[in-house]
């Protein structure tokens, strides 16, 4: 019994610094999204190296359809966006990771709400892996070079205020 | 001690290296992670059915890294289980190491792998290897894949490689999975058709399994098979070698698109199919079309007899899956009818779902400032209409014969699962938002839980959110699921208060308030909190779990009852 705790403590002791070093004010050498070939919503392959905003920011948000924090949260962006598009030149990529019993519904779904985000497909989770990504909703933001300055994990009413001040400052607004 | 030295070993083997490299870049590598740890402290409370469990204390732990050079990338899981959370261990997701590494190699033409990898064909008909760390589903390959793009448009992928069976060990293992797919975009070659706005891809995949048979099967030992001429299946009669080979389309033009995907399995006697020696096959189509504000989707399956497996001894649903049919349902995620989601049945299904969404337009009377989204769905499954072969009848056992004939759009007896549902979303202000939802399930509990009857229960849920500044919310979830069959009726109610974004804290109860018996007309109460931090979540929880099912996109698993306090971590780095 004391050796399972000291099991789970160990694992526990070792996970912290990895929080620690978590931290947003070290300076970092950015990291850049992987090259991953995911889909559009016609089925066509598209790599997420050709994710891309004319060196404005961009936010990538991974999503699906069963799950209702990251929908949640999309819709608050939605009905910003228009706005956020025009003060500061964002762009949206929702990329979703619903599988095949779900994935042809995502289009449908996606216009049916009126998002004007640009929606992809990653029906076998390879981009999610390759992000690190345990749980959705997942968002990051990227600068104009494409590197990763912010992410983040789950969603509360008002998170998408954050998402909007980071990106204001990063265009200087 | 010595039981958990390599556990330590690894983890200070790991750590330093977490912390050093983690969320760096150096040129052009790049080291990240993530590391997932979910723990519970179960106690014993006999009036729900939660046991007094072995050992109280119980965490299922992994840790990722990755590191990628340019076209170069290589990665590492390992994963701590010994002593896992007690719904695992029952699908005996049970042990500790590395079972997940691999190194890569891509540029424009080729991508090789080599170790282990999630791969999926098509719509998965044929193969998919892939994960599901809820449901401890991981049937990866170790082997080798190969993927080359000859000529733009043009993608070929070939693989080798042994399917992940828990901590099993990989060696002495009889069996393996090859698999060659080929799919070409239309659009991409005939750049004509793209300017006109088409897109169609053609596809086609051959999948075969092989596995060792050199000793008869007892089938008698593993089905319900009663007649003794048929029990003893001689090893040269067992297959060897079970191909399966799928074919799809997708065609596509503006708002229309249209899939198909058509797969036969060749004669594979198992365990979930009574050792019969029919074909299988599976059919699985899809139209969609949607505008701004309206969308709709139709989609229609049918598979029989199309469990494949590595092994032909397994049928845990879990197990050492090849192929994936999908449950094409739509999933919820409410709290109340999350016992009766719709497990996809590989053997024996046919049905359809719909769904239509639209949106009220934004600054319209009954769309109000924002606008109103509605979403009606449908879905109907049946077990495929099966007639005994007349040598079944004859044996008193389809063990051994073709089984049955089955005609091909024909709806069997029995109705598996049925959901008529409409749901609103509505938001008033800028602070208030409510989503109400209507839900009417028929789920037959004799073929998907082997409980006797059918559920039939109509669920009223409501989601009414009411952001109180710009950082605080209050959430309020109830939901009333109606019914006199099973266990009776629920009422549920759950309050949640965020501080966007750091902080959680929820409040909420089940209570089986219509139990046919009045004993067990119990509370089941959940109190949880929860801290993010960018990636990293932290969060506790203590109450009670019901004695159920857990499904995930139409696969499912036993949950047994339980009490404790749970705590879970996650973060990348």
Redesign the interface.
């Known amino acids: 019994m004391k050796k399972r705790i000291l099991s789970i403590l160990c694992v526990l002791a070792f996970c912290l610094p990895v929080i620690a070093q978590n931290d947003d004010t070290k300076p970092q050498h950015l990291a850049k999204i992987p090259a991953i070939d995911i889909q559009t919503l016609d089925g066509q392959v598209f790599n997420t190296a050709n994710i891309q905003n004319d060196g404005k920011p961009i936010i990538i948000s991974l999503w699906a359809t069963w799950c209702r924090p990251c929908i949640n949260e999309l819709m608050a962006i939605a009905d910003e966006y228009e706005e956020w598009v025009e003060e500061t030149g964002v762009k949206l990529y929702a990329i979703s990771i619903d599988d095949s019993k779900t994935s042809a519904r995502v289009a449908p779904f996606v216009n049916g709400r009126g998002w004007e985000y640009t929606v992809l497909l990653d029906v076998n989770s390879d981009f999610k892996r390759a992000m690190n990504v345990n749980d959705v909703p997942y968002l990051c933001i990227l600068n104009g070079n494409g590197e990763i300055v912010w992410q983040h994990t789950s969603y509360a009413a008002g998170g998408e205020e954050e998402v909007y001040e980071i990106i204001k400052k990063m265009v200087g607004k | 001690?010595r039981?958990?030295l390599p556990?330590?070993i690894s983890?200070?083997l790991?750590?330093p290296m977490?912390?050093l490299f983690?969320?760096?870049?150096?040129g052009n590598s790049?080291i990240?992670?993530?590391?997932?740890?979910s723990?519970m402290y179960y106690m014993p409370d006999s009036l729900i059915g939660a046991e007094k469990v072995d050992?109280?204390?119980r965490?299922n732990?992994f840790i990722?890294l990755?590191y990628?050079n340019g076209g170069f990338?290589a990665g590492v899981r390992y994963e701590?289980y010994?002593?896992p959370l007690i719904d695992f261990e029952k699908i005996q997701y049970q042990g500790q190491g590395v079972r997940y590494f691999f190194a890569d190699y891509k540029n424009k033409f080729i991508q090789v792998t080599a170790g282990n990898f999630?791969?999926?064909f098509?719509?998965?008909l044929a193969l998919?290897a892939?994960?599901d760390r809820q449901l401890g589903i991981d049937n990866s390959l170790l082997g080798a894949r190969v993927k080359v793009t000859p000529y733009k448009g043009i993608?070929i992928k070939g693989v080798w490689g042994i399917e992940r069976f828990n901590f099993e060990s990989y060696l002495g293992r009889r069996d393996f999975v090859r698999g060659l797919d080929g799919e070409i975009?239309l659009?991409?070659l005939i750049p004509k058709m793209q300017e006109k706005g088409f897109?169609t891809?053609i596809g086609a995949s051959f999948v075969s399994k092989f596995e060792k048979a050199d000793e008869p099967i007892n089938t008698s030992l593993y089905s319900g098979t009663s007649s003794i001429c048929s029990a003893i299946i001689p090893s040269e009669k067992i297959p060897q070698n079970i191909p399966i080979w799928a074919t799809r389309l997708?065609f596509?033009y503006k708002?229309f698109?249209f899939?198909a995907e058509f797969a036969q399995k060749m004669q594979d006697p198992n365990v979930s199919n009574d050792f019969i020696y029919k074909k299988g096959d599976a059919l699985?189509l899809?139209a969609?079309?949607?505008?701004?504000?309206?969308?709709?989707?139709a989609?229609f399956i049918r598979s029989d007899n199309m469990d494949f497996r590595s092994q032909r001894m397994v049928s845990q649903n879990s197990w050492l899956g090849i192929n994936?049919i999908?449950?094409?349902n739509?999933?919820?995620?409410y709290q109340l009818i999350s016992d009766y989601g719709f497990a996809s049945q590989p053997n024996s299904q046919i049905g359809v779902q719909l769904?239509?969404?639209?949106?009220i337009p934004k600054k319209t009377k009954l769309g109000g400032k924002?606008?109103t989204?509605l979403?009606f769905n449908f879905s109907r499954f049946h077990n495929t209409d099966q007639q005994p072969v007349a040598l079944a009848l004859e044996y008193g056992t389809p063990t051994g014969t073709e089984g049955y004939t089955s005609s091909f759009f024909k709806f069997g007896p029995d109705l598996l699962y049925q959901d008529i549902g409409l749901e609103i979303?509505h938001?008033f202000t800028k602070s208030w938002k409510w989503t109400l939802a209507y839900n009417f399930i028929s789920y037959n509990l004799e073929i998907l839980q082997g409980h006797e009857g059918m559920m039939r229960g109509h669920l009223v849920a409501s989601?009414l959110?009411w952001?109180i500044?710009?950082?605080?919310?209050l959430?309020l979830d109830l939901q009333h699921l109606y019914t006199k069959d099973d266990d009776g009726s629920h009422i549920y109610g759950m309050l949640e208060y965020?501080?966007?974004?750091k902080?959680?804290i929820s409040i909420g109860d089940d209570w089986n308030y219509g139990n046919p018996d009045p004993s067990r007309r119990l509370h089941y109460f959940n109190i949880a909190g929860?801290f993010?931090?960018?990636?990293?979540?932290i969060a506790l929880n203590f109450g009670k779990t019901k004695e159920g099912i857990l499904c995930i996109?139409?696969v499912c698993r036993a949950v047994p009852a339980s009490y404790g306090v749970g705590l879970s971590?996650?973060?990348?780095?």
């Open positions: 001690m039981k958990y556990l330590i983890f200070l790991l750590f977490t912390t983690g969320q760096h870049q150096f790049r990240s992670g993530d590391f997932g740890f723990g050992s109280k204390v965490a732990a990722n990755l990628s990338s701590y010994q002593f999630y791969e999926q098509g719509n998965g998919r892939y994960e993608t975009a659009g991409e897109t891809n997708n596509g708002g698109r899939d699985f899809s969609t079309y949607s505008m701004k504000g309206f969308g709709v989707a989609s994936n999908p449950a094409i739509r999933q919820y995620s769904q239509v969404n639209y949106k924002y606008g989204d979403t979303s938001r989601d959110q952001k500044t710009s950082k605080h919310a959430h965020s501080i966007s974004p902080w959680f929860a993010v931090w960018n990636t990293t979540r996109g139409g971590i996650t973060t990348s780095f």
